[in-house]
Structures are given as C-alpha cells and as structure tokens.
C-alpha cells in the first residue's frame, strides 16, 4: 500500500495507547479510521476529541474482540460508514495479571489472555480477510511484542505465549497469502521506538476491563492492579530509572513498514540481534536455553 490517502482503516484497542496513536497517525495520512475498544467511555472520548481535528474521518464502536460476532459487527459498521477496509490492525492486547509462577496462574488468566490476545487476532483474521481477498486489495497488521517473538521473558508466561503465538499465526498467514499469490500483505508489528524506554499502554494495568466470565475464583481480583508502581520501584532498587519513549514513534515506524510493504515492523538492533542469536544457538547446537536466565535485554517491556 503506496498511497493511503482517501482509503480506510479499522484499529482495535484504539482507545488508547498504541491503538490510538495509530488511529491518529492514519488520520494524518487522509485515511478514514475506525475505532474498536472494549472500554465504551474512553473509546466515546477518543473519537470526540479527534472528530474535533478530522471530523466524520473517525468512527468508534465498541468491540470486544474476544466475541467472533463482536468482530462480524465491527466489519459491518466499518463497511456502512466507509463502503469498505482497506487496512486491518489486530492491535487490541490484554496483559493476564497472574499471580504467582506458571503452575500457580489461574486457568481464566490464560483464558482471558488467549481469548484477547490469539482469538481477537484470529477473528479479525477471519472475518476482515476475506473483504480484502474480494477487492483484491489491503494489508493485515498484527500487534505482537519482542517478549514471545525474539525470546520470552520466563516471568510473563501466559503473555509471551499469546503473543508467540501472534507470531506464528501472523507468519503462516504471509506465507498463505503469497502462496495464492495475493496482492493482500500481512505485516508482524513489534512495538518500538527510536527513543529509548518504555511504553505507558494498558500493559501496566492488568485486570481492567476484565470480563466476569474471566473471574479467579480463590485468587485476589485484579481489577485496577497497578503494575507500573512495583516496577519503578524493582528499577530504583537496581539503580535505574523508568523512562518513557513518545509512544507516537510506534505508530511512525508501523506506517513506515506498512508503505514499504515490510513484514517484520520494528527497528532491529544490537539488543535484538543478540537475543535472537543466542536462541537459534540454542536450538542450533541444542543446548540448555541460559538466555531465559541470563540478565535480559528486553527487561522494559514495549507491549
């Protein structure tokens, strides 16, 4: 995709964070962009404040992506509004909030993260896809994370696993996709940045919007969990010190990536590079995995 300029693109989880930095740098490129979050308050004062700026450009609608026919709904109103989509981001991403090591997580922490995480991607897959295959025109962006797709960190088990397997999923899809010789292009989206630090998304706070089909009966809730105060605080007895990036360099690197018709959609680096070859070294020589213990480089989570 060269000119986006008149076409249409859908974000989930474009409430906030990355979702809504990419909703808005689309917008700035003349696209119409719709929209989808769970939360219906932010998502309403979202699309107020940028409808300010753009007009009937932007229309939001409450999706939980989670729900196959949530999704089905968001395509009609996409297609009602704007006749059409042209650019589909799987962006939408929970953080589980489990307690405790991987066989103390409670069974709706992984159920909440794969329904979120891997089932969101593939009913955005499965049901936005198709519309792009019939006009013979588009492009799929699925929101993964360094943690999960270079290496996972051993202590964020259920949110490496969900987004391994957006990897995985989003691989398969490019390979099917330019097996039938499609002009549709699928992208894998690792949020980074050129300004060191972290990203202040819904990451830090695990547990919002937790559906009651995903409670933790015999755990403590987490709704309103501040995960962000105990990690400053980890940093600061390390000597370091939390610094955030402009979380709107994640969205100029997404759009670069997509006009370039790129793949991998991140900036690789030393930090990167190092990982990635101490796992294939691993495999390669079929040695014991140390870098899972070893002092990790991806220690400031980006999503």
């Keep these: 995709m060269q000119d986006l300029r008149g076409k249409v693109a859908v974000v989930t989880g474009g409430g906030g964070g990355i979702g809504r930095a990419l909703g808005e740098r689309f917008l700035a490129e003349g696209m119409q962009v719709v929209l989808a979050d769970i939360d219906a308050p932010l ?21 939980d992506v989670s729900l196959l026919d949530s999704v ?24 589980s909030g489990s307690d405790g090591a991987l066989w103390e997580h409670h069974v709706n922490d992984w159920r909440w993260a794969l329904d979120v995480n891997v089932l969101g991607v593939i ?5 936005f896809v198709p519309l792009l295959l019939a006009q013979g025109d ?12 270079f290496a996972p960190l051993s202590n964020s088990t259920v949110y490496a696993t ?10 398969c899809l490019w390979g099917q996709l330019r097996t039938i010789d499609s002009p549709v292009q699928a992208s894998l989206m690792l949020p980074s940045t050129r ?18 089909r995903y409670e933790r009966p015999g755990q403590a809730p987490t709704e309103g969990r501040d995960a962000l105060t105990p990690f400053v605080e980890q940093l600061e007895r390390h000597g370091q010190e939390l610094v955030f990036a402009p979380i709107e360099e994640v969205a ?11 793949f991998w959609i991140y900036l690789p680096g030393e930090r990167s590079a190092a990982t990635i070859d101490a796992r294939a070294a691993s495999m390669r020589e079929g040695r014991d995995p ?7 480089p991806w220690n400031v989570p980006k999503t």
Excluded: M, Q
């Design 43 to 63: 998502l309403e004062r979202t699309v107020d404040e940028l409808r300010g700026r753009h007009g009937d450009s932007v229309l939001g609608v409450p999706t």
């Design 72 to 95: 089905e709904a968001l395509r009609d109103a996409t297609v009602a509004a704007f006749g059409t989509a042209h650019l589909v981001c799987n962006n939408a991403g929970i953080p």
């Design 123 to 127: 009913h955005g897959i499965n049901v």
């Design 138 to 149: 588009g492009h799929v962006v699925n929101t993964s994370s360094s943690n999960g797709t």
């Design 162 to 171: 969900t987004k391994s397997a957006v990897t995985t999923i989003t691989e």
């Design 195 to 212: 300004t060191p630090g972290a990203l202040d998304t819904g990451i830090w706070r695990p547990g919002r919007n937790r559906p009651e």
């Design 252 to 262: 100029e690197i997404t759009l670069e990536g997509i006009l370039a018709d790129r």
């Design 290 to 296: 140390d870098y899972l213990v070893a002092p990790s």
